[in-house]
């Protein structure tokens, strides 16, 4: 992923939880997060616990993103310091001592306190001075720490949608009930693996209604208007297919494909997997001769570990898994007359 695709992908996750840009350079964002991005991003599972029993006003907290580190911290490093000469102290007034100020009879003001969610529930009025008040900061590049939680805040969360098409307002009918077919989209992630390694994504999208399978479903759906809210006047037409049927037919119409997929990286794999085993075989063979009985049952348990790590990483195998999926209820051209006396 490239700077631009980061970032497009931080604003479309901070726009869907509701937070705020507060600041946007040339850079970095500094954003007011909302309550839920405060929860998914900030470990404050003990403060959100707390709010969440006492029914105090949340407050979240502020975040930088950062995406071009040299640019950040050329336009926010602190000015050099420079030095300033130190006046000599001023003669004692008042009481005599050095350095205190003139007895004047007036109390002390004291400083004003400053309004905190533990002053407001447990009367701590206390305020110590640290170095929390800044605003936290993070890069988010490709493999950052950072960018892993949010992949896997989303990922959490993207596991299964449920969206329909929104109808376009030409076709509105007040009169007539728009007909919605049914489809459940999988996407998944086919994974060759040996000591090299290949991923494929394959969006499979199946009417519930005829068992139609279509290919690159979301690359085709992503075009349409979708909504969470089911549109006015619409019906959904009978499905035909239960899902555990239709994951079925999904899983065999994967498997028939990949089973055509040209195999010479497989046969590579296992020419390379062999010439390893020849070679650790030939090292402990003639390590477990020369060795000291005494030593001889720690190389035998070495060269059993070796072959096992040379065979899980050489032995070429296809690995298939779910990504996330969905029902789409997509407009399908259909009228129904709507039936008065309903």
């Avoid at 600041?23 to 500094?30: A, L, P, S, V």
């Avoid at 205190?100 to 004291?110: L, Q």
């Avoid at 170095?131 to 993070?138: Q, W």
């Avoid at 040996?194 to 499979?204: A, F, G, I, Q, V």
Wanted: hydrophobic share 35%; glycine share 6%; charged share 25%.
């Amino acid at each position: 992923m490239n700077r631009e695709m980061i970032e497009s992908f931080v604003h479309r996750y901070l726009d869907a939880t509701g937070s705020q840009v507060t600041e946007k350079n040339d850079g970095w964002i500094t954003v007011q997060l909302s309550p839920e991005a405060d929860k998914d991003l900030m470990n404050r599972s003990y403060y959100w616990g707390f709010v969440e029993r006492t029914g105090a006003a949340p407050e979240p907290m502020q975040f930088t993103f950062i995406f071009d580190p040299e640019t950040y911290s050329a336009k926010t490093a602190p000015p050099p310091r420079q030095a300033v000469p130190v006046p000599p102290p001023a003669p004692a007034a008042g009481n005599g001592v050095p350095g205190s100020a003139p007895a004047t009879g007036e109390p002390a003001t004291a400083a004003p306190q400053s309004d905190s969610i533990l002053g407001r529930y447990f009367g701590v009025t206390t305020v110590i001075s640290s170095g929390y008040g800044r605003i936290p900061s993070d890069v988010m590049a490709f493999g950052s720490r950072r960018m892993e939680q949010l992949f896997g805040v989303v990922k959490a969360r993207g596991q299964f949608v449920r969206l329909f098409e929104s109808p376009d307002p030409t076709v509105l009918n007040p009169y007539a009930s728009l007909g919605y077919s049914t489809w459940l989209c999988v996407n998944y992630k086919v994974e060759l693996i040996c000591d090299m390694k290949r991923d494929e994504l394959h969006s499979l999208g199946i009417n519930m209604a005829t068992g139609q399978i279509v290919e690159g479903f979301y690359d085709r759906v992503k075009k349409r208007r979708l909504t969470p809210q089911i549109p006015p006047t619409i019906h959904l037409q009978h499905a035909a297919l239960s899902v555990d049927r239709a994951v079925a037919q999904l899983e065999n119409f994967l498997g028939d494909k990949v089973s055509t997929y040209d195999q010479t990286w497989s046969v590579e794999a296992w020419k390379r997997l062999k010439e390893e085993w020849s070679r650790i075989d030939s090292y402990y063979g003639e390590l477990l001769r020369s060795v000291e009985p005494s030593q001889k049952s720690e190389v035998e348990e070495q060269y059993k570990a070796r072959e096992q790590e040379i065979d899980w990483q050489y032995r070429p195998r296809i690995a298939v898994s779910v990504t996330n999926c969905g029902f789409f209820h997509l407009y399908e051209g259909m009228r129904t007359p709507i039936d008065p006396s309903r």
